[in-house]
């Protein structure tokens, strides 16, 4: 069964830094995409950065050189990077995994940005 949980989430000033984890219950290799998402309530969630098996990344033009995600070098974890936060980026942070026609959903971790 795959399982994502997403941590890190919190509180924190603008102009300041989180750093948000994904742990898998899976090996991260082989086909799978893995995004991190953000949803404000009743809008729609919205890709924010994702990495393929290979390390390509790509990124919402939003965070574009704010934020980076990146694979742990040992074990089953992808991160997300947040710098110099805008009040903007306040929403719930999902990660997704991608593995053939699946699609896996954590459950999510607020980040709140405050002015």
């Known amino acids: 069964q795959v399982q994502l949980r997403e941590s890190g989430g919190g509180l924190v000033q603008a102009r300041g830094s989180l750093r948000l984890s994904c742990d898998a219950s899976?090996?991260?290799?082989?086909?799978?995409?893995i995004g991190w998402y953000r949803q404000v309530p009743a809008e729609q969630r919205d890709l924010v950065a994702r990495?393929?098996?290979?390390?390509?990344?790509d990124y919402s033009d939003s965070v574009q050189g704010r934020f980076s995600i990146s694979r742990a070098k040992v074990g089953n974890t992808v991160y997300l990077q947040m710098d110099s936060l805008k009040p903007e980026d306040t929403a719930n942070y999902f990660c997704?995994?991608?593995?053939?026609?699946?699609?896996?959903w954590g459950q999510g971790t607020q980040v709140t940005v405050s002015t």
């Open positions: 997704a995994m991608t593995w053939g026609t699946m699609v896996y």
């Open positions: 899976v090996t991260l290799i082989s086909s799978k995409v």
């Open positions: 990495i393929t098996a290979g390390g390509s990344t």
